[in-house]
């Protein structure tokens, strides 16, 4: 799985949403799935 530092960096890449679900920020990417993140 790819790894970036920071969860605001992968928001730059084309098809990334930032999702607030209980607390807990998500980066989901449907058009390339291996940019997922998660934090809290």
């Known amino acids: 799985m790819k790894v ?3 969860l ?3 928001k730059s890449v084309p098809g990334a ?3 607030r679900r209980r ?3 998500y980066v989901l990417n ?3 799935p291996r ?3 998660r934090q809290g």
């Open 23 to 25: 607390g807990v920020t």
């Open 17 to 19: 949403q930032v999702v």
């Open 8 to 10: 605001r960096s992968l």
């Open 30 to 32: 449907k058009k390339n």
């Open 35 to 37: 940019f997922k993140a």
């Open 4 to 6: 970036r530092k920071s």
